[in-house]
Every structure is written in structure tokens, then in C-alpha cells.
């Protein structure tokens, strides 16, 4: 069983600039959740995305944008980029079909914006 | 809105010592709750979790947690730490509607052999 994974590992932009943020979700699951954790914080929901549509929004900028594809993986966008965008982003996947939607989360990004 | 407090941020400990880390949700319906660990340099893993039945939930690892519903509490419990316990904790509830986590800020656990 192949984990959740996250690319790429860390990545340096300057404010204004826009990022791309991909994830493969585990095998076997349906749905991915994205969280973003800033430096002493606990992770804050952005999005979720279920069947390739935005399922869930947490309090985010519409400058925070997502995809999902068919074979599950996803992306988050970031655009125009801020100094407080700087954070860990944390990729989760979960099947609809497990009760409480159970989430496994992949090892991150570290994004620090300059 | 929904919230999830930890009340100790940062706990040191020798080894051998017993743990209890404080949660709190807000959530008064359904609840679902979590207990996260992060171990340095590591992603997040479930430690345990509690949905419905007996209130005092076994996790990995000798970790134990017990749902108080007066209380709205989900405490962590290891009776004897090791020094591989050293991690970021992080509570965290489903929210009602769609399934989003709501974490807490996290405690820092140092454990000193």
C-alpha cells in the first residue's frame, strides 16, 4: 500500500509569485484535503475535494485554488503570493467509504515565501 | 464556530514519567476526535481515535484517551513516556458538516532520559 506523497519537499518564491502544489493521494482513496500549518500552529483546513469538485471550504483566500483528477491526485494553486503564506501545506487522504473519513497525511511541503 | 483547545503547549518529562496532555472541543453533536502525533522530521500520524462506544479508547504505542462528554475532554494518557515520545501532539475534531479537521495548537512533549 503506497502512502500518501507530496512534491515538492520544500520551495522558496517571493511574494507575488505563484505555486503549485501536488499530492497522490493513498491507494484506494477517494477524497483529499489540503491543510496548511504555519510555524507553532496546528493545521488549519483550506480545501477538500471529493470526485474531482470542491467539497469544503475552510477560511481561505479565493487566491487558494485546488484540483482534483480522476485518478484522485490533486494540486493546490496558490496565487499572488504573501509573506504569511509561508507554512507547512499538508495533504490528507480518506475514503468516503470508511466511517469518519479517517485522514492520512502526507509529509508536506515547506513553502517559505521572501 | 467549532474549536479545539490544548492546554499545555509545551511539557517536559523525564522517562518513566506518566502523561496527560488536555483537549477540549467545542462540538456538541456527533463527535469524532483525534489524537495526532508528529514526530520530528515526520508526518502526521493517528495515535487514536474515538467515535462511539467505550469512552476510554487504546491507541499505538501505550497511548490511551478518554471522551468525557460532560466535560466536553478527550485527554491523552501514557502512563511511562520514553524518550521516543518526543513529538508535536495534536488533538482534532471532524467538524459537523462536511469532514474537515479542526486541530488544536499542539503540544510540544520533551522527554529527557
Known amino acids: 500500500e503506497t502512502g500518501v506523497t507530496q512534491s515538492p519537499t520544500h520551495l522558496i518564491k517571493t511574494r507575488g509569485q505563484q505555486v503549485t502544489l501536488r499530492c497522490s493521494s493513498q491507494?484506494?482513496?477517494?477524497?483529499v484535503s489540503w491543510y496548511q500549518q504555519a510555524l507553532g500552529q496546528g493545521p488549519q483546513f483550506i480545501f477538500q475535494?471529493?470526485?474531482?469538485?470542491?467539497?469544503g471550504r475552510g477560511n481561505f483566500p479565493p487566491r487558494f485554488s485546488g484540483l482534483q483528477f480522476p485518478n484522485y491526485s490533486s494540486e493546490l494553486n496558490v496565487n499572488a503570493l504573501e509573506l504569511d503564506d509561508s507554512a507547512l501545506y499538508l495533504c490528507?487522504?480518506?475514503?468516503?467509504?470508511?466511517?469518519?473519513?479517517?485522514?492520512?497525511f502526507g509529509p508536506g511541503t515547506r513553502l517559505t515565501v521572501l | 464556530a467549532q474549536s479545539v483547545s490544548q492546554h499545555n503547549h509545551h511539557v517536559i518529562l523525564s522517562e518513566a514519567a506518566s502523561l496527560e496532555l488536555g483537549c477540549n472541543y467545542s462540538?456538541?453533536?456527533?463527535?469524532?476526535l483525534f489524537w495526532y502525533v508528529q514526530y520530528p522530521g515526520q508526518h502526521l500520524q493517528l495515535l487514536l481515535k474515538?467515535?462511539?462506544?467505550?469512552?476510554l479508547v487504546k491507541g499505538i504505542k501505550g497511548f490511551e484517551a478518554e471522551f468525557i462528554k460532560s466535560k466536553f475532554s478527550f485527554n491523552l494518557r501514557k502512563p511511562s513516556v520514553q524518550w521516543s515520545d518526543t513529538a508535536e501532539y495534536f488533538c482534532?475534531?471532524?467538524?459537523?458538516?462536511?469532514?474537515?479537521?479542526?486541530f488544536g495548537a499542539g503540544t510540544r512533549l520533551a522527554v529527557h532520559p
Open positions: 474515538y467515535f462511539s462506544g467505550d469512552p
Open positions: 475535494y471529493y470526485r474531482e469538485e470542491e467539497n
Open positions: 491507494s484506494g482513496h477517494n477524497t
Open positions: 462540538y456538541g453533536g456527533t463527535v469524532n
Open positions: 490528507a487522504s480518506s475514503s468516503s467509504r470508511t466511517r469518519g473519513n479517517e485522514q492520512f
Open positions: 482534532a475534531e471532524i467538524s459537523g458538516g462536511y469532514n474537515k479537521l479542526i
